[in-house]
Each structure stands twice: as structure tokens, then as C-alpha cells.
């Protein structure tokens, strides 16, 4: 199977700790970190993605909002940049340990983290990050 990811939760990924919006979000997300911990290759795909699939049903939903297609704009350039690929609809990723470990120092050293700017997550993933990345779920450290 694939999991199907926008761009910016490549870097959402990065620090998931078990927190998020509602609870179905948050237990699908951990199942989903199960699959990517597993090495389940990533799809990258243009707006909502498995990880949005549980807020899809809200009239305002989150995921269909503007800002979330900014930091996807904004994380597929940082991530491609950083890795020396094009990173699109259809691009394909192994989220195996070395690629894992890349994205971390990138994000630690704050060298991919510009589509992070005005997320309400950030102070937390500030910190996941500075703690070494210590509790998360994909591929825990």
C-alpha cells in the first residue's frame, strides 16, 4: 500500500507525538505513523491526503483551507531542495531511516521549516525537535 501525503506533513511527520485536532484525527494519524515506521512508501499528493481524511467531514474543514496549500507550496520546495528531487503530485518516497534522519537535522537546524510559519503546531514541534525528537511516533528516534 501507499499512504497518500501533501507536502507540508512531510514535515508534520517529523515531530507527531500523539497530538492533534480531535481524537478519530489522532488515531488515524498514529495508525498511519504505524504504516510509515514501517516503511510504507509516501505518494505525495495535492490537497487533502490520508491524514486529513478524518476532518474532510467538517463544514470548515481545516485541510481545505488555504494556508494548508501555502505550507505544501512552501514544504515541497524546502524538501526538494534539500534532497535534490522534485517533490510534486505523484512524487514517490521511501520514509526509511536515512531519509528520516535527513529530514530531522534539516528541520532541527531550521534549514526546512518555512512552511511552518503561522501553523498553530509550531511551538510544539519546536520543542519535539529541540528534545531530539524524543516521543514520536514515526520511526521513533
Known amino acids: 500500500m501507499t499512504v497518500r501525503l501533501r507536502a507540508h506533513h512531510l514535515l508534520c511527520m517529523l515531530t507527531f507525538v500523539g497530538e492533534g485536532y480531535t481524537p ?3 488515531a488515524n494519524y498514529r495508525r498511519i505513523a504505524e504504516r510509515l515506521s514501517a516503511g510504507e512508501e509516501i505518494e505525495i499528493v495535492s490537497g487533502p491526503d490520508d491524514i486529513c481524511a478524518p476532518l474532510l467531514s467538517e463544514a470548515s474543514a481545516h485541510c481545505l483551507l ?5 505550507r505544501d507550496e512552501a514544504a515541497a520546495e524546502a524538501v526538494g531542495r534539500l534532497l535534490g528531487v522534485r517533490v510534486e503530485q505523484g512524487a514517490r518516497l521511501i520514509p526509511d531511516k536515512a531519509l528520516l534522519k535527513r529530514l530531522r537535522q534539516a ?3 531550521d ?3 518555512n512552511a511552518c510559519t503561522d501553523c498553530e503546531w509550531s511551538e510544539l514541534c519546536s520543542t519535539v525537535a529541540h528534545s531530539h525528537f524524543r516521543n514520536t511516533l514515526v520511526a521513533p528516534c
Open 107 to 109: 528541520f532541527a537546524a
Open 24 to 26: 478519530a484525527f489522532t
Open 111 to 113: 534549514l526546512i521549516r
Open 66 to 70: 488555504p494556508s494548508p496549500k501555502a
